[in-house]
């Protein structure tokens, strides 16, 4: 799967195409310029092949790309950054 991370404003969450038309998505929210990521979804007959990590990969290289803060309170997000240091500079404080 080549498929790139994008920005959906309208929905306020990443997405990340998968196949047929299904999307894994993370979720945010805006506060304080700060952008609050609060939930990841893949559809579960997608699940165990390394698609929210690639997601959550995608999305910080987004987040740094637009110089963007993040703070994580969706929990794979938080386990995600703490497995991937290279992203610290994308948090928020």
Known sequence: MNAKVTENTQQHRFELP???????????????GRVVLI???????????????????G???????????AIPKCPFMGQFLIKNPQYSDVLAG
């Open 59 to 69: 999305t910080f290289e987004l987040l740094r790309k637009t110089s963007r803060k």
């Open 39 to 57: 939930h990841t979804e893949v559809p579960s007959e997608f699940s165990g092949q390394g698609i929210a990590s690639q997601l959550a990969h």
């Open 18 to 32: 998968i196949a047929d038309g299904a999307i894994a998505a993370a979720y945010y929210r805006l506060e304080n």
